[in-house]
DNA sequence: GCACCGAATGTAAACGTTTACATCGTCCTT
DNA sequence: AAGGACGATGTAAACGTTTACATTCGGTGC
């Protein structure tokens, strides 16, 4: 392994030259710096990672925490983080899948001197279990965090907003038996997307709460909510899955019962992830630019890293959009949902 | 920033004490290893990275550098190594999008010094460009690369094998004219896909190129290369997309074009991704376990880093498995293609 | 010709760990 | 009681950079 003593070395000069050329410092002559270049390209050097940022107490890294990498909403996130940060010439550094609140802890703590910021997507993320883990004043981002405290930046998707227009809108299609299956208990997105549910049923006087079943944002809990209600004795003409997984899994319950949908039972999701518009039929959602949502974390959390002593927090909410297509039972052609090449999908209204 | 001194001082100890004490080392007394860490948790020590593998030479850090970190085939790569390399106590270093080879190069570079070893998909990476970017012996794990050189380790799925059955499969429902859409030019899935659907259509003496047509992994390019199929002067009756992601485009196309698959046409994709059981009608494909591919590539990676001097290299195939849906027209129940919870799908047929 | 100045380069400290080696008791052996 | 062995701890070097400060050197102004 080359060092920069080599280089420096094999160019017949110092370390401190070595190092001025690489880094573009004004304070080197142009002839030296090109021989500098020459010997280190020819020696195959490149500074060690680990030891420039001791030195500088940078790393060009941020971090990454999630609860799972499953499914496609967080490799959108993941992806709309990445292109970001790459942008900025940051790499990433990615922790997924910690089951409980010690591993968690465990690497929010591994995470020091590796990266320059954190962003955190954990549903039960709190602000003490931060401030524990972490070095006061780290740069650190909350993704759907359950609160929104004070003296952090926290990134949410409006949640109520989406979930009240999109019952609203099978409220307006003439239902008045709309289920829902829940997200994750103590999750925040799943509390608000129940709360606009609630807040949109109370418009026509609807309080009852016989239609809200448990779900835990995976599919297979959509299937298994969807035959509970099937099996109940208030049937439902529509469904509102609080998230598109969990949709699919109703779908897939309500074929295997022989409900045709959107005629016997009307169904919509939330999220629109990719995978939506190509469903039988094309699911309806509330379209959450996800993608926006990690680039938009990433850019907070870059400013963080930026001006770290005299940076504001805030809490920022991104808008989320009506996408209506055939499993709601509107009025859409029946034919080819979208285009491949364009954007969420026709048809779209703003839910704010 | 509470540093190992500190802890020492705090403590009454040398800092090499708190090292020891730290690291499970059997030189230290349980008394004081217990009075240091009490002493460390009260100051909310955690050790700093970067000085650690500056002395170590280690980082617990395995690099992943990709093209893109589009679409679902990537997503679950990342997950079947995340989640092995997390059980194995790694952290991950994800870099994508390097659209030339310049960009790829210095990646590599910059991960001196980041990370113990390294994955790289990456089509075009070939030895060559490895050997000038990365010190001697650096532990590396190719996936997917082009050839593969002896002194590598590389990791590819079974894609000849694979796409010869498919085709074989629709050659035995009747299928004369089957079309191919193509992956990108010089990949090296792409061209051994290519081979196996040429393979099994010269068993039955077709030695025509005619039908097949160029596309590069995503959806609109199955989407235009569709169109171009269907206006062409021999329209097939099958289509056999290389991957999933294309084989949805030309979906569209056939759904825009009012053609009926299967009846009409039929469809098959390459991969499997989780999406395909849920298309309209549902995807015909090759199964790839494509998490279990990152799971070996990781495996085999934390191998190289363990023995690092005496690992001996090796070319590892994994296997594919014939998915039927009902998109290639085989006789399947229309109803609920697969339940949500279980593997691959039902109907499934070893390809090898 | 001398003092001074600025540009280019060199020297060495610092970053926070780990670990080989030195040191210091304590206890056992004879 | 002296010597040795061993177990626990301390001391300091090393890892590969960056950068403040020192040094050198050619040129410039008097």
Redesign the interface.
């Known amino acids: 392994?080359?060092t920069i003593k080599d280089v420096a070395r094999a160019a017949g000069v110092s370390v401190a030259t070595v190092s001025r050329a690489q880094n573009g410092s004004a304070l080197v002559t142009e002839a030296t710096r090109r021989r500098v270049g020459e010997v280190a390209a020819r020696l195959?050097y490149?500074?060690?990672?680990?030891?420039?940022?001791?030195i500088t107490n940078r790393?060009s890294?941020l971090g990454v925490l999630l609860p799972d990498?499953?499914g496609?909403f967080?490799?959108e996130v993941?992806?709309g983080i990445?292109?970001t940060a790459?942008r900025h010439g940051h790499?990433?550094?990615?922790?997924?899948?910690h089951d409980d609140r010690p591993a968690l802890e465990e690497a929010l703590?591994?995470?020091?001197?590796?990266v320059d910021g954190l962003i955190v997507m954990w549903p039960e993320m709190d602000a003490e279990t931060a401030l524990?883990?972490l070095?006061a004043g780290f740069p650190l981002v909350l993704l759907s965090a359950p609160i929104a405290p004070d003296g952090f930046d926290v990134i949410t998707v409006a949640n109520f907003e989406g979930a009240y227009a999109m019952v609203c809108h099978l409220l307006e299609l003439g239902h008045r038996w709309i289920a829902i299956i829940k997200g994750v208990e103590g999750n925040a997105d799943a509390a608000e997307r129940l709360r606009g549910y609630r807040a949109a049923l109370a418009t026509r006087g609807i309080a009852s709460t016989a239609l809200e079943v448990p779900g835990d944002f995976n599919?297979?809990s959509g299937?298994r909510a969807t035959g509970k209600l099937l099996r109940g004795e208030m049937r439902p003409t529509a469904i509102f899955a609080a998230n598109d997984a969990m949709a699919?899994?109703a779908?897939?319950a309500l074929?295997?019962a022989g409900l045709r949908v959107p005629d016997d039972v009307a169904l919509a999701g939330f999220d629109d992830i990719p995978?939506a518009r190509?469903?039988?039929?094309a699911l309806s959602s509330v379209h959450v630019d996800i993608s926006a949502l990690g680039e938009h974390a990433t850019l907070r959390l870059l400013a963080a890293v930026r001006d770290k002593d005299q940076h504001e927090h805030r809490a920022e909410t991104l808008p989320t959009t009506l996408v209506l297509r055939r499993s709601c039972g509107a009025a859409v052609p029946a034919?080819?949902p979208t285009?491949?090449?364009t954007g969420p999908a026709p048809f779209t209204t703003s839910s704010l």
């Open positions: 392994m080359t195959g490149s500074p060690h990672g680990a030891a420039r940022s001791l790393t890294t990498l499953y496609e967080f490799s993941i992806r990445d292109q790459q790499h990433l550094l990615v922790s997924s899948s703590r591994s995470m020091r001197g590796r524990r883990n070095p599919e297979e299937f699919i899994g779908l897939s074929r295997e995978m190509y469903l039988d039929p034919s080819r285009a491949p090449t």
